[in-house]
């Protein structure tokens, strides 16, 4: 056997051990393994740093890892990691900075995914095999919160707190995916009509491009204080992911959701993106999917879906518009 094979078989073989792949199929594993590579720490070396941004999962093939957090006292470890077990997984799903450091205990050998192309790019040349991959994971990390709500009460101090940094989006403070997916279809099963939004600048990219992530981090928490500024009471605010938002409007018909949808537009072109940007862009105009259960769709997945379809179409008609229930798309007046 080949080193290659050899090494490709070996990583195959530990991630199907990990809980974490567990439910994911040798294809989805193998896709896995072939954008993953290994790395190699001595005992006190840096992983990655508290603040860093690297969108990254790890998998420890051989010795041990220590998450330390600074305050005031210094540096306080608050999670070990051993060989077998992942870590990092959330920072694969949010492109906050990293709220603590992970540093090598002993000498390591780790699994990095994905370790050399960004995950965004993998995000658009396999968009659906990591749809599927990236289902099951936030399948399996919302397992792991009903196990601990099945083990202690709802209403520790410290579960309370474990599930926001779970469920939010530490860059926006919206909640994020996970909650999503978790929360919708129990909402969907409420007597009551409820619409969903799907919200995403018509050209981002362009901020990354031209002034760097710094910069594009601070555009998307703005994009998060319009958003928020628009929902009401019972609302829901969501960042499902790198430019992409949600609103979940329990209880909203679909005329009312267009009215927050156009709101939402509204404010979003509004927001002065030149103090962030030294000038290079001043606006950032958006399109606005709009979809009411159960007449877009019966289930959550397909209404994420045909939402997720009506935002780019307004996009792809010209942007800054919202494409709604039975109603055309709009372009902004002017």
């Given at each position: 056997m080949s080193k290659v094979v050899a090494q490709r078989t070996g990583k195959l073989t530990l991630l199907s051990k990990a809980g974490l792949f567990s439910q994911l199929q040798e294809a989805e594993l193998r896709t896995i393994a072939r954008y993953s590579g290994y790395r190699s720490y001595i005992p006190g070396e840096v992983i990655f740093l508290e603040g860093s941004h690297r969108e990254e999962l790890y998998l420890i093939r051989d010795g041990s890892v220590a998450i330390r957090r600074q305050s005031e006292a210094g540096g306080e470890d608050i999670a070990r990691f051993v060989a077998g077990e992942v870590f990092g997984e959330m920072d694969l799903l949010d492109s906050a900075p990293r709220s603590a450091s992970a540093i090598a205990?002993?000498?390591?050998?780790?699994?990095?995914?994905?370790?050399?192309?960004?995950f965004q790019e993998l995000l658009e040349r396999h968009p659906h095999v990591f749809a599927q991959i990236l289902r099951k994971l936030l399948g399996e990390i919302a397992g792991r919160i009903r196990?601990?709500?099945?083990?202690?009460?709802?209403?520790?101090?410290?579960?309370?707190?474990?599930?926001?940094?779970?469920?939010?989006?530490?860059?926006?403070?919206?909640?994020n995916r996970a909650y999503l997916e978790e929360e919708l279809p129990r909402i969907l099963r409420e007597d009551r009509p409820t619409s969903l939004l799907v919200v995403k600048p018509d050209n981002f990219k362009i901020i990354n491009d031209t002034c760097g992530h710094e910069a594009g981090d601070k555009t998307l928490v703005l994009i998060a204080d319009a958003l928020k500024s628009c929902l009401g009471e019972g609302d829901l605010g969501v960042r499902y992911r790198g430019d992409e938002y949600c609103a979940i409007l329990p209880g909203r018909s679909a005329g009312e959701a267009r009215r927050v949808a156009e709101s939402i537009r509204e404010a979003v072109s509004r927001v002065d993106i030149a103090r962030v940007t030294s000038g290079a862009v001043a606006a950032l105009p958006a399109s606005v999917g709009a979809c009411t259960h159960p007449e877009s769709a019966q289930d959550a997945k397909a209404l994420v879906s045909v939402c997720f379809e009506r935002m780019w179409k307004a996009r792809g008609d010209g942007g800054n518009r919202v494409l709604g229930e039975s109603a055309p798309a709009r372009a902004a007046d002017g």
């Open positions: 205990e002993q000498r390591s050998t780790i699994l990095v995914f994905p370790d050399e192309i960004p196990v601990i709500d099945r083990l202690v009460s709802e209403k520790a101090p410290w579960v309370e707190d474990l599930k926001r940094q779970l469920l939010r989006d530490k860059l926006s403070g919206l909640f």
